[in-house]
Nanobody, 117 residues
Framework: QVQLVESGGGLVQPGGSLRLSCVAS????????MAWYRQAPGKQREWVAI?????????ADSVKGRFTISRDNAQNKNTVYLQMNSLKPEDTALYYCNLVQGGVAYWGQGTQVTVSS
């Protein structure tokens, strides 16, 4: 079993920055992917960024160049970050952390990001 806990959301003005964190605990395999998704009110959940256990990353076109996914490589720390810069009102959403291993997907509870003046 895997548990994911997100943090770091909040209210920020357009053009501002936030860094989200996702701590994974439990039985983590050596091969996995971790990703960030988001869901705005009235919209479907959409993929934002992904990182493999090997360190490969990819981003949705809507956030490419503004968001960066990274991880804490310290021993026994399974933490993934999402650095979000140049935030726009359309980035407002509930952001979820996702981990997939062995064909099973795990989700966190989400952290709210609101971009507004």
């Amino acid at each position: 079993q895997v548990q994911l806990v997100e943090s770091g959301g909040g209210l920020v003005q357009p053009g501002g920055s936030l860094r989200l964190s996702c701590v994974a605990s439990g039985s983590i395999f050596r091969v996995y992917t971790m990703a960030w998704y988001r869901q705005a009110p009235g919209k479907q959940r959409e993929w934002v960024a992904i990182m493999t256990s090997g360190g490969t990353t990819d981003y949705a076109d809507s956030v490419k160049g503004r968001f960066t996914i990274s991880r804490d490589n310290a021993q026994n720390k399974n933490t993934v970050y999402l650095q979000m810069n140049s935030l726009k009102p359309e980035d407002t959403a509930l952001y979820y952390c996702n981990l997939v291993q062995g064909g099973v997907a795990y989700w966190g509870q989400g952290t709210q990001v609101t971009v507004s003046s």
